[in-house]
């Protein structure tokens, strides 16, 4: 009778283990694959503006200098593995070191060096992005509110306002947030006022967020390259709707942009709202001061 043999059980145990890593990893690379994007830009959402080519850069860049050192670490720690392995007569424990002063110095050195440099190149891709020297041709003042947003065009002295997004789980609810619509290629000038608590601007396709702050003015600019519709949302927990502070960024031709204007002016929306501090709750003819005042007159 011939006689079966059943691998031990830490045999199976190792088998069933790399069975699952097998499987993670499988499933990992199928999520990557169904990640927009590409991996010349580390999978990153789509760029709408020329300032993306730099985050992508960056990122990647990054991410190059990260795998190489993790190659590194493994490769030195399956080397001692391998190399410093038990063998068949070892007795007792391997000499014992205290220390290796150069090995210290060499991963006290070199992280630090690495940590240098990615300061280096992250310090001035954020200048960049942040430089507000440049004279905009777009200049929209963002007001974030619990829960929605408000955006003043200011050079065409007009405004729109956003409600709360009703979130039905229904097709069409994105048609009814609130939509700021931008010129394509030109430069935009986003001023950013908060109402009531902190938010945070963001555009994904942007690849670029920033936080609007009570009393306090930020800016940022971004230079729009394609047209089509890109989501928007706030990126700083702000309250217990905080998930529904949506809205829509629109990119259009110049001609689409100025009828966009005269439709606002057209339902009468002209001049600018008022962008001060005025949670809910202010007693009626409460002294509130305005957070940021465009040049161009303004009337509410």
Known sequence: MRQHLVPPASIRHRRSRNLGLVGVGALALLALTGCKGDVAHGWLPYGATTGADRVSSLWVGMWIAAWAVGALVWGLIIYCMVRFR???GDVGLPEQLRYNVPIEVL???VPIMMVGVIFFF???DQSALLDVSQKPDVTVNVVGKQWSWDFNYVEGQVWDSGV?????????????????VLPENQRVEFVLTARDVIHSFWVPAFQQKLDMIPGQVNRFQVTTRDRGTFQGKCAELCGAYHATMLFNVKVVSNEEYQAHLQRLRDAGQTGMLDNSLSRAGLEPGQKIEQQYVPNAKASN
């Not at 789980?169 to 048609?175: C, D, H, L, Y």
């Open 86 to 88: 038990r063998r068949k």
């Open 107 to 109: 991963y006290t050195i």
């Open 122 to 124: 992250t310090e001035r």
């Open 164 to 180: 709360q997004a009703q979130l039905t789980g229904k097709e069409g609810v994105q048609n009814t947030l609130p939509t700021l």
